[in-house]
């Protein structure tokens, strides 16, 4: 989630699809355990290959995302039940704390 907030903190408001079409905020959408969004995916998906810049806004006024808004202005570190995790600098991915690369991608822990 820090991850996520990170990027999105610093997505402007006019490139919310854009922010949208990324492969990681989708992932991260699909496999949030905080919130469901995965009823939302047809509905993200769709509006980022029409470019439809009007169901990308009313998603982004849906309650739902309104909640994660609410979550992500919260300045606490959401971690796994182990207690820690890393942010891959390079893909993004949240590693478990025991990994010394990525699972992702192989980037080395910073």
Same mark, same amino acid.
């Given at each position: 989630?820090?991850? $996520?907030?990170?990027?999105?903190?610093? !997505?402007? =408001? &006019?490139? $919310?699809?854009?922010?949208?079409?990324?492969?990681?905020?989708? $992932?991260?959408?699909?496999?949030? =355990? %905080?919130?469901?969004? !995965?009823?939302?995916?047809?509905?993200?998906?769709?509006?980022?290959?029409?470019?439809?810049?009007? @169901? @990308? !806004? @009313? $998603?982004?006024?849906?309650?739902?995302?309104?909640? /994660? &808004? !609410?979550? /992500?202005?919260?300045?606490?570190?959401?971690?796994?039940?182990?207690?820690? %995790?890393?942010?891959?600098?390079?893909?993004?991915?949240?590693? &478990?704390?025991?990994?010394?690369?990525?699972?992702?991608?192989?980037?080395?822990?910073?």
């Amino acid at each position: 989630m820090e991850v $996520f907030k990170k990027y999105y903190r610093v !997505q402007p =408001d &006019e490139y $919310f699809l854009e922010s949208l079409s990324d492969i990681n905020v989708l $992932f991260f959408l699909y496999t949030n =355990d %905080t919130l469901s969004f !995965q009823d939302n995916l047809v509905e993200i998906c769709s509006a980022i290959v029409k470019v439809d810049r009007e @169901a @990308a !806004q @009313a $998603f982004k006024e849906s309650p739902t995302w309104a909640t /994660l &808004e !609410q979550i /992500l202005a919260v300045d606490t570190v959401l971690t796994t039940s182990n207690g820690s %995790t890393w942010s891959c600098s390079i893909c993004t991915l949240i590693n &478990e704390s025991d990994k010394t690369v990525c699972e992702a991608c192989g980037t080395p822990k910073s």
